[in-house]
């Protein structure tokens, strides 16, 4: 069996790629697709916020699950060592991983036109 201690997925900001009045979103968020091809969170940002899901019990706090934008570094940073372990293990499959827009101070599976 192959454990993994952290796994971060780190998505940089390439200079010059984000002129105004196109900023960078100040949050992404990161989903899966089920088998059915509903967004579902992953493991690692699952808090059970949404009515379909109690969460996951590995869930991070927001901040620490990351997707905030760092304007120093230039990049988003997501904890998602829950989700890769599933991965390896078989637990999950992938039937796509993706990132949106989100408002900083919700997250959302399904960002309104307004946040994009």
Same mark, same amino acid.
């Given at each position: 069996?192959?454990?993994?201690n952290k796994v971060e997925l780190?998505?940089?900001?390439?200079?010059?790629?984000?002129?105004?009045?196109?900023?960078?979103?100040?949050?992404?968020?990161?989903?899966?697709?089920?088998?059915?091809?509903?967004?579902?969170?992953?493991?690692?940002?699952?808090?059970?916020? /949404?009515?379909?899901?109690?969460?996951d019990k590995r869930a991070l @706090? %927001? =901040?620490?699950? $990351?997707? +905030?934008?760092?304007?120093?570094?230039?990049?988003?940073?997501?904890?998602?060592?829950?989700?890769?372990?599933?991965?390896? /293990?078989?637990?999950?499959?992938?039937?796509?991983?993706?990132? @949106? %827009? =989100?408002?900083? $101070?919700? +997250?959302?599976?399904?960002?309104?036109?307004?946040?994009?």
């Amino acid at each position: 069996k192959i454990v993994v201690n952290k796994v971060e997925l780190v998505i940089e900001v390439a200079a010059g790629s984000d002129p105004i009045p196109f900023n960078a979103a100040p949050r992404l968020s990161l989903y899966r697709y089920d088998i059915a091809g509903v967004r579902k969170n992953v493991p690692d940002g699952d808090n059970g916020t /949404d009515q379909s899901s109690a969460g996951d019990k590995r869930a991070l @706090a %927001p =901040t620490v699950f $990351g997707g +905030y934008y760092d304007a120093v570094n230039r990049r988003y940073v997501f904890v998602v060592t829950s989700y890769v372990q599933d991965l390896l /293990d078989g637990k999950t499959t992938d039937y796509g991983t993706f990132l @949106a %827009p =989100t408002p900083s $101070g919700a +997250y959302e599976l399904y960002p309104s036109m307004a946040t994009a």
